[in-house]
């Protein structure tokens, strides 16, 4: 065999390699998972993306399904809480075929929460959530649907500003509460409508003592919002109900001080930051660093 013959099928051999080793490749990157955002402040929600065969999440000691989707493969959503630790974590991320599961880097970031003191009449202060309220209310968040309505982007309720934002530690008449603002309050004039942020279930539609008139809906796959302190409701129980529809009108019912909306968003039962999922435009002054 000539040098020239000899050197083309060396280059035939190396090319056929090269492609084979492409090939091979590709199934392999094809199995990678994606976290969205890789960096996350506490109280926000991390996206993960993976192929079909992976089903679950887990970072530290809080886990999350994936669910399948229309375009063939598995999504979930992981809430990080306002009261967990900052720092650098493994996210974990288990498939259903016996493979080994694929780790992520995540990091929590450090995040300061302003104080707001709210000025309460005594009346309204001593209002206070019964058994049965309770117990419905943890029903709610605990319980998750398969199938999913929501879609990307969510539509704000109502168009006002924000008056109060997620995470803020409250003040009842100047004494902390040891608690934290778990949804955001817009302001909204009394009679306003109230619209669903997404497609969904509504879960209940009723009175309470604290949250006032109030409606929480279903989302699928673990999302899910509530809305407070409504005037009047226009929906009940078990309607279906899609982006934009209308809830109820805005009021001052339950532990109010005047007509608002005070909305909330729930990822598998633990209170998200909604500003993550709307735009919201905060007011002038609305919360104050103590």
Known sequence: ????AIACARTT???????????SAAPLQAQKCTVSPPQVKLGETLRIACPAEFTSVKLNERSAKLYPQANGKSFGLLPISVKDTPGTFSLKISRSDGGAPQTLPVVIRKTIFPSQNVKLAPEIEALHSTPEEMALLTAFRDAISE???WADPLAPPVSGCMTSPFGVKRLHNGKYTGEYHGGVDQRTPEGEAIRAVAAGTITFAKQFNVLGNAVGIDHGQGLESMYLHMMRLVVAPGAAVQRGDILGYAGSTGRSTGPHLHWVLYVNGVNVNPAQWVKLQPCSGAAKKR
């Open 1 to 4: 065999m000539s040098r020239r």
């Open 147 to 149: 199938t999913r309505s």
């Open 13 to 23: 051999a190396v090319a056929s390699l090269f492609s084979a080793a492409l090939f």
